[in-house]
């Protein structure tokens, strides 16, 4: 490995967190079981918070980035090898872990997740953890009972990462998608994934009856707050909500009425800590049904040295879809 490389390095300034690049050499590594030569990373609602310094690291200093794929180097581990094709997403890193915004990162052998033959490297991090997420999301409601039918399936923050592989999957597998967004541009970028109707995120984050209308026979909620419980209380009996993100808030401003009068689920989706066979499965999934051609047309690519401007970006709702950070730039 080259001796001397960059990495985006979170660090204590003045009081506060920052993240700046810096160069590193393999001393600086942690010493676990297999080394990774990271080809990209990707931007993920996290990686914004914690390069713009929002105290996700937990210790100091910690190389930043949620994701990593890349190539195994070394290792001591008889599961891997040099040359395995890997991807790294969540387990910690960027917070308790050091992360994938480095040229280099030595990482636990568990985390690993072999990158399936239907995808490059570069895909790999264009999916990413917001990819992943997505698929368990997708796995979640269809293994409560959520299938296609007339009802319309949600997406809640439609044109984020999370958003545009969920209606990827949902659209894929039959579901009549709508997508909740903020932003009217977006409506061709998102037809074209395949929703067939929206609905406003001002319509959603209307604080309402703890019971509305049923509407919506399952949903992917990326924000939290005022609009998750706005969808639990129009979601039809027996239906079900995965949520994954809190971009609108953390709190849950709603009432026990849709669960208990309607039977309605809240489904927690952890992406960070979930056990190999879930991740595997979710894999599997985006592997056999998402297609290369839409994960083209919501991915950009970006170099690591913007990252600072990149992360502030994303927290104010500037990005669509998918951006992959080149590692190497």
Not at 179 to 194: I, K, N, P, V
Request: proline share 3%; glycine share 10%; charged share 25%.
């Amino acid at each position: 490995m080259t001796n001397i490389f960059r990495a985006i390095v979170i660090e204590e300034v003045d009081g506060k967190q920052a993240a700046a690049l810096r160069e590193l050499t393999s001393s600086d590594l942690p010493d676990n079981d297999v080394l990774v030569e990271v080809e990209f990373s990707s931007l993920n609602y996290k990686d914004g918070l914690a390069v713009q310094g929002k105290r996700i690291a937990r210790r100091l200093p910690m190389i930043a980035g949620i994701d990593l794929a890349g190539t195994v180097v070394e290792s001591r581990s008889a599961d891997w090898k040099p040359g395995d094709r890997v991807t790294v997403n969540g387990w910690g890193m960027s917070e308790t872990e050091q992360g994938g915004f480095t040229r280099y990162q030595r990482v636990k052998p568990e985390w690993l997740v072999r990158v399936p033959e239907a995808f490059s490297l570069e895909q790999a991090a264009a999916i990413g953890t917001a990819g992943y997420t997505a698929a368990l999301c997708v796995d979640a409601l269809e293994n409560w009972g959520v299938r296609k039918s007339e009802r319309e399936t949600l997406v809640t923050g439609a044109a984020g990462g999370v958003g545009s592989i969920a209606i990827a999957l949902l659209a894929k597998a039959g579901h009549r998608v709508t997508a909740s967004t903020g932003r009217a541009e977006t409506h061709a970028y998102l037809q074209a994934l395949g929703t067939s109707g929206f609905v406003t995120r001002e319509e959603l984050e209307e604080k309402g009856p703890p019971l509305q209308k049923e509407r919506w026979a399952g949903a992917v909620d990326s924000v939290g707050s005022t609009t998750l419980a706005t969808v639990l209380s129009q979601t039809v009996y027996g239906g079900a909500v995965a949520a994954c993100g809190l971009a609108g808030g953390a709190d849950l401003p709603g009432t026990v009425l849709p669960h208990i009068l309607r039977g309605v689920a809240l489904l927690g989706i952890d992406s960070v800590m979930a056990p190999a066979e879930r991740r595997h499965r979710a894999w599997n999934r985006l592997a056999r049904d998402l297609d290369t051609g839409l994960l083209a047309s919501m991915t950009t690519i970006e170099a690591m040295s913007r990252l600072p401007e990149l992360s502030a970006q994303i927290l104010a709702g500037r990005t669509r879809g998918r951006v992959v950070i080149d590692v190497k730039r």
